[in-house]
């Protein structure tokens, strides 16, 4: 049977050099970066050559970047670092309604430690409001947390506007980008934010491992407290293999993300058009070019998603509802909910998210797969009528 996957935005497979560059850290240098001896140092050097790699790739110093376990970690360090270590001075925090589980989880535990979260709506086409932030500043407001570009609709958020409000005001902006590292060029001082999530795993490097680019002076509290690891950032010996793979990704990506880009936004923008010629009553989501290269995301009026999913999965065709930590819940995804759709248009929404490796022909497959799928299912829903 032939496979395609199409959901890239969930994880992406390890570039064959990366897991290459891996394999020596597992077994023959396998030393303790924080270890004196030759051993250890042949390990951090690794470390420290990963770390450049990675600060090239943003445009930051080396000494603000730290490594995590993952996109989860560095989201949770921003929001709870800089929540403890700011706590005197206050305890008000701006996020928006379609952050990923990671911060939005983050700020719900926050609140019942007392912090207060303002979350802020988006548009029609998953659009936050830099002047929405400005209003929603307080002089309690410590941090605001926006995402570059969200992982279930695409839509790419104006960061670097937000970031002239924040700066004006004198608040740290963090962003989850993580979907958007080693996709679309970022330098963090264009950018203009203080904190940066980014996850290895969705850039064909290593899964369970991650960075937080952390702007100099920035205060934090550490999330992870023991050694002195990280310059006191984060406790716990560097996963060196994981960190290794990072920093080649990082380096592949670099050289190679306008060609993926390229490739993707012809397949996508195909894929796209196709569907809706093809299909009646179908709608994109998220906004039809500030959107990320790779994603299609589109609600099938009187259907079911997992419907489809299940159909499209027993033709080896992988699609998503929407995020990955939220399949298995009958919850429609929030991000929908937050654009406007009504919840039965919500349920009946898929995400394809391509790859560097997606060819014309698996989308040929899949726009020849799709149609009678969505004709079968809606002559036995009820909704159809
Ligand atoms: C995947 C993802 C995460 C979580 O990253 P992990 O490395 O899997 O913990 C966070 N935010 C966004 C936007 C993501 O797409």
Same mark, same amino acid.
Not at 327 to 332: H, K, T, V
């Given at each position: 049977m032939r496979k395609v996957y199409l959901d890239n935005a969930a994880t992406t497979p390890t570039h064959p050099k990366v897991a290459e560059a891996m394999q %020596? +850290? +597992? #077994?023959?240098?396998?030393?303790? %970066? #924080? $270890?004196?001896h030759s051993f250890g140092q042949e390990a951090k050097k690794a470390v420290e050559d990963a770390r450049e790699k990675l600060a090239a790739l943003l445009g #930051?110093? %080396? !000494?603000?970047i730290v490594f995590t376990s993952g996109g989860t970690e560095s989201d949770n360090t921003a929001l709870e670092g800089v929540a403890y270590a700011l706590e005197k001075k206050g305890d008000h925090i701006i996020t928006s309604a379609i952050e990923h589980h990671a911060v939005i989880e983050t700020c719900e535990f926050l609140k019942m430690r007392g912090f207060k979260v303002t979350c802020l709506p988006v548009n029609q086409e998953g659009l936050v409001d830099p002047e929405a932030v400005r209003q929603a500043? &307080? *002089?309690? &407001?410590?941090l605001v947390s926006i995402m570059h570009?969200?992982? !279930?609709?695409g839509t790419i958020e104006p960061i670097a506007e937000i970031a002239k409000v924040t700066k004006e005001k004198g608040i740290y902006l963090h962003t989850d980008a993580v979907q958007t590292v080693g996709h679309i060029p970022i330098k963090v001082n264009e950018l203009g934010v203080d904190l940066l999530s980014l996850s290895a795993h969705k850039f064909y490097g290593p899964k369970g491992t991650g960075a937080l680019y952390i702007r100099k002076g920035t205060r934090l509290v550490p999330f992870l407290h023991g050694g002195a690891q990280e310059r006191n950032r984060r406790g716990s010996t560097e996963n060196v293999p994981g960190v290794v793979g990072m920093g080649v990704a990082a380096e592949i990506a670099a050289k190679e993300m306008k060609d993926w880009s390229e490739h993707e936004t012809k397949l996508r923008d195909y894929l796209i058009k196709e569907i809706q010629t093809r299909i009646p009553n179908t709608l994109l989501n998220g906004h039809p070019t500030q959107r990320l290269a790779n994603n299609v995301n589109i609600s099938f009026k009187f259907i079911e998603g997992e419907s489809i999913l299940l159909n499209l999965d027993m033709l080896g065709i992988a699609a998503s509802t929407g995020s990955a930590c939220s $399949?298995?819940?009958? *919850? %429609?995804s929030h991000v929908l909910l937050a654009i406007g759709r009504p919840h039965e248009e919500a349920h009946g929404s898929i995400r394809f998210t391509l790859g560097k490796e997606t060819t014309k022909e698996d989308i040929d497959y899949l726009l020849k797969e799709l149609p009678p799928i969505v004709e079968k299912l809606r002559k036995m829903s009820p909704l159809s009528k």
């Open positions: %020596p +850290y +597992y #077994s023959k240098i396998f030393g303790n %970066p #924080s $270890s004196f #930051s110093q %080396p !000494e603000e500043i &307080t *002089d309690k &407001t410590i570009a969200n992982n !279930e609709i $399949s298995g819940s009958l *919850d %429609p």
